[in-house]
């Protein structure tokens, strides 16, 4: 069976405010979802706010309902000055670590906005205490999400972006459950590995998962339902 089409990089998005796109000191807010799963890729997003269409409710993506996280999506993808969503594949993460793979991510993200911009952004605000390898002025700001209205858009665009991806993961694999726990390793989800082993999109090198393949054998043996 063909594996579930996720998400790709999304080509990023741009407003009402289009004009504006060669302003200077555009900043963007950069955020990501998914470092915790045990499965799928790991998302991160890019936005520049436009100050002239202000976007009401914006908060960290966790403490939002999944309809208002949706709502907004929308609206940040109309009013925001550009945004760009990117992610790090479960194979790059394996290869690179979930820390590396979470840059990468970033850096694509980033790197997007360039071409509605034409440019890099001048300055990137970073949500945790790391930040991506990009040419520009960038800063690390720890709960950032819930400081900063850039990266609070920034963390809605990759949350919804990612449950999305879970949800075509249910699809192709509903005997997990990715629909309910989103890939975190819940008691469900745990449970649901011993009695079926890992499906391909599993991050095999996380220790749960890791020690279903040694115990279990090769990913892939699911049977899907």
């Keep these: 069976m063909p594996s579930p089409k996720l998400s790709k990089a999304e080509p990023p998005g741009f407003g009402p405010a289009w004009l504006a796109l060669d302003a200077p000191g555009l900043v963007a807010g950069v955020d990501e979802a998914g470092r915790g799963p045990l499965v799928g890729p790991v998302v991160a997003a890019a936005v520049i706010l436009d100050p002239?269409?202000?976007?009401?409710?914006?908060?960290?993506?966790?403490?939002?309902?999944?309809a208002k996280r949706e709502r907004?999506?929308?609206?940040?993808?109309?009013?925001?000055?550009c945004?760009?969503?990117?992610?790090?594949?479960?194979?790059?993460?394996?290869?690179?670590?979930?820390?590396?793979?979470?840059?990468?991510?970033?850096?694509?993200?980033?790197?997007?906005?360039?071409?509605?911009?034409?440019?890099?952004?001048?300055?990137?605000?970073?949500?945790?205490?790391?930040?991506p390898k990009v040419n520009i002025s960038m800063e690390a700001i720890v709960k950032g999400?819930?400081?900063?209205?850039?990266?609070?858009?920034?963390?809605?665009?990759?949350?919804?972006?990612?449950?999305?991806?879970?949800?075509?993961?249910?699809?192709?694999?509903?005997?997990?459950?990715f629909n309910?726990?989103?890939?975190?390793?819940?008691?469900?989800?745990?449970?649901?590995?011993?009695?079926h082993g890992p499906c391909p999109e599993h991050r095999k090198t996380?220790?749960?998962?890791?020690?279903m393949i040694e115990t279990k054998g090769n990913l892939g043996e699911t049977k899907l339902l």
């Excluded at 907004?72 to 000055?81: G, S, V």
């Excluded at 979930?98 to 990137?124: N, S, V, W, Y």
């Excluded at 996380?206 to 020690?211: D, E, I, K, Q, T």
């Design 206 to 211: 996380f220790g749960p998962v890791r020690l």
């Design 145 to 177: 999400d819930s400081k900063v209205a850039a990266i609070s858009a920034a963390s809605i665009l990759a949350k919804v972006t990612r449950d999305r991806d879970m949800q075509a993961l249910h699809d192709a694999y509903p005997v997990y459950g």
């Design 52 to 66: 002239r269409h202000p976007i009401a409710g914006l908060a960290d993506s966790k403490t939002l309902s999944p």
């Design 180 to 195: 309910q726990h989103m890939g975190y390793p819940t008691p469900i989800h745990l449970e649901s590995l011993k009695l």
């Design 72 to 81: 907004l999506f929308h609206e940040i993808r109309a009013k925001a000055l």
């Design 83 to 131: 945004c760009s969503i990117a992610q790090a594949s479960v194979e790059e993460i394996d290869r690179l670590n979930i820390l590396q793979a979470t840059m990468l991510a970033m850096k694509r993200a980033i790197e997007g906005l360039e071409k509605t911009l034409g440019r890099l952004p001048d300055r990137a605000l970073i949500d945790g205490n790391r930040c």
